[in-house]
């Protein structure tokens, strides 16, 4: 599989932009998927966590080991940030209201930016704290232009550009796709990584979840596996050749959407996720 950066120059804009807000805000929410922690850890946050009191909310945790996400929090203590574990399409919101109202300045409302990589929950957060039909309530003199404020009870979310980390190793983003984030952009040849990502749960022992929605042993090489799900699927073309393909996106897409179960990817002590493909 290729090595090369993805780094698209909407990310680069919208990291200036971040930049330019930073010194307009009072706290930082950064979302995670739970799953993964380090691995979809904004690349802004180092710019803002020394000046800036940061949240980081670890969303999808219904997807993530409650054990491993139990010791990414402790980690996340260690490190200085306080953290939530949740489900966010579920609510759970009352703890970070909570908390965002404690910092609340007593002369304005409290001015919050949320990041993090595409696809990690970051609107649905949004969403959740101040309504789904929340509007926009526009630019607030004096802070930066191209941020959408979102009015909350007490706060000012500012929706900011997704920012996806510009490794210099493209194995990290293939990871990110595969967990859902920026899949059309990221992915490219889908049987080649359908492959890569059987292999790869093959040997973080992570596949009994797809043998227990299946029934499909890890036996063989990815490409038979994945031949076998195929079969599985039902997913034939003319002459009962399997397609491969349409077996992978679905596999993939069953992943990226949790139908395996829970599964954590990477625990707090870890060598980076990516050297491991």
Same mark, same amino acid.
């Given at each position: %599989?290729?090595?090369?950066? @993805?780094?698209?120059?909407?990310?680069?804009?919208?990291?200036?932009?971040?930049?330019?807000?930073?010194?307009?805000?009072?706290?930082?929410?950064?979302?995670?998927?739970?799953?993964?922690?380090?691995?979809?850890?904004?690349?802004?946050?180092?710019?803002?966590?020394?000046?800036?009191?940061?949240?980081?909310?670890?969303?999808?945790?219904?997807?993530?080991?409650?054990?491993?996400?139990?010791? @990414?929090?402790?980690?996340?203590?260690?490190?200085?940030?306080?953290?939530?574990?949740?489900?966010?399409?579920?609510?759970? %919101?009352?703890?970070?209201?909570?908390?965002?109202?404690?910092?609340?300045?007593?002369?304005?409302?409290?001015?919050?930016?949320?990041?993090?990589?595409?696809?990690?929950?970051?609107?649905?957060?949004?969403?959740?704290?101040?309504?789904?039909?929340?509007?926009?309530?526009?630019?607030?003199?004096?802070?930066?232009?191209?941020?959408? #404020?979102?009015?909350?009870?007490?706060?000012?979310?500012? &929706?900011?550009?997704?920012?996806? &980390?510009?490794? /210099? &190793?493209?194995?990290?983003?293939?990871? %990110?796709? @595969?967990?859902?984030?920026?899949?059309?952009?990221?992915? /490219?040849?889908?049987?080649?990584?359908?492959?890569? !990502?059987?292999?790869?749960?093959?040997?973080?022992?992570? @596949?009994? /979840?797809?043998?227990?929605?299946?029934?499909?042993?890890? !036996?063989?090489?990815?490409?038979?596996?994945?031949?076998?799900? /195929?079969?599985?699927?039902?997913?034939?073309?003319?002459?009962?050749?399997? &397609?491969?393909?349409?077996?992978?996106?679905?596999?993939?897409?069953?992943?990226?959407?949790?139908?395996?179960?829970? %599964?954590?990817?990477?625990?707090?002590?870890?060598?980076?996720? #990516?050297?491991?493909?």
């Amino acid at each position: %599989m290729p090595r090369t950066v @993805w780094y698209p120059g909407h990310m680069a804009k919208g990291r200036r932009r971040l930049e330019d807000l930073a010194a307009n805000i009072d706290l930082l929410i950064e979302v995670r998927d739970a799953r993964a922690p380090r691995l979809t850890s904004s690349p802004i946050l180092p710019l803002f966590a020394s000046r800036i009191k940061t949240v980081v909310v670890l969303s999808k945790a219904d997807l993530a080991e409650e054990r491993v996400t139990k010791l @990414w929090r402790e980690e996340l203590k260690r490190e200085g940030f306080a953290s939530f574990a949740l489900d966010l399409r579920s609510g759970g %919101m009352q703890r970070i209201s909570k908390s965002l109202l404690a910092e609340k300045p007593s002369f304005r409302d409290l001015r919050v930016a949320v990041v993090g990589i595409p696809n990690v929950g970051k609107s649905t957060l949004i969403n959740q704290l101040v309504g789904r039909r929340a509007a926009p309530v526009g630019g607030i003199p004096g802070i930066t232009k191209g941020v959408s #404020w979102f009015s909350g009870s007490g706060f000012l979310l500012a &929706d900011s550009p997704g920012i996806l &980390d510009p490794h /210099g &190793d493209a194995r990290a983003h293939r990871l %990110m796709s @595969w967990i859902g984030s920026s899949r059309g952009q990221v992915i /490219g040849d889908i049987e080649e990584h359908a492959k890569e !990502c059987i292999a790869f749960l093959i040997s973080k022992n992570l @596949w009994r /979840g797809v043998e227990g929605a299946w029934s499909v042993k890890a !036996c063989g090489t990815p490409f038979e596996i994945l031949e076998n799900i /195929g079969r599985r699927l039902g997913k034939l073309k003319s002459g009962g050749v399997v &397609d491969a393909e349409g077996a992978g996106r679905v596999f993939l897409d069953s992943f990226a959407s949790g139908k395996f179960g829970r %599964m954590s990817l990477e625990a707090p002590g870890d060598a980076p996720l #990516w050297e491991e493909l």
